[in-house]
């Protein structure tokens, strides 16, 4: 069974830092490229983050460039993403996914962990 287990979600006021990590079981996980989208209440699913299976390209969205960074250790099964200069526009539940190719659109991931939430205070 494919799982992604997520953790590292919390309270931060802006300006502060947070890295969130995610987990992967039951896949081979150095095939997979690894993505993080996030999700506002009222809002659609927003690509955040990309990094290929072995971590040698990644892929951001521009209101993060800069700030967040994508990394993962193939090791471990983890993807992480480290998240500096937070902003309350941050403020959203952040998805880890798991998918065969490398790609900015949700609908090409196959696995999902369970979400995280991320509250950035102003």
């Known amino acids: 069974q494919v799982q992604l287990v997520q953790s590292g979600g919390g309270l931060v006021q802006a300006g502060g830092s947070l890295r969130l990590s995610c987990a992967a079981s039951g896949l081979t996980f150095s095939r997979y490229a690894m993505a993080w989208f996030r999700q506002a209440p009222g809002k659609e699913r927003e690509f955040v983050a990309v990094i290929t299976g072995p971590g040698a390209g990644t892929t951001y969205a521009a209101s993060v460039k800069g700030r967040f960074t994508i990394s993962r250790d193939n090791a471990k099964n983890r993807v992480y993403l480290q998240m500096n200069s937070l902003k309350p526009e941050d403020t959203a539940v952040y998805y880890c996914?798991?998918?065969?190719?490398?790609?900015?659109?949700?609908?090409?991931?196959?696995?999902w962990g369970q979400g995280t939430q991320v509250t950035v205070s102003s």
């Open positions: 996914a798991a998918g065969s190719t490398y790609s900015i659109l949700g609908r090409d991931y196959v696995y």
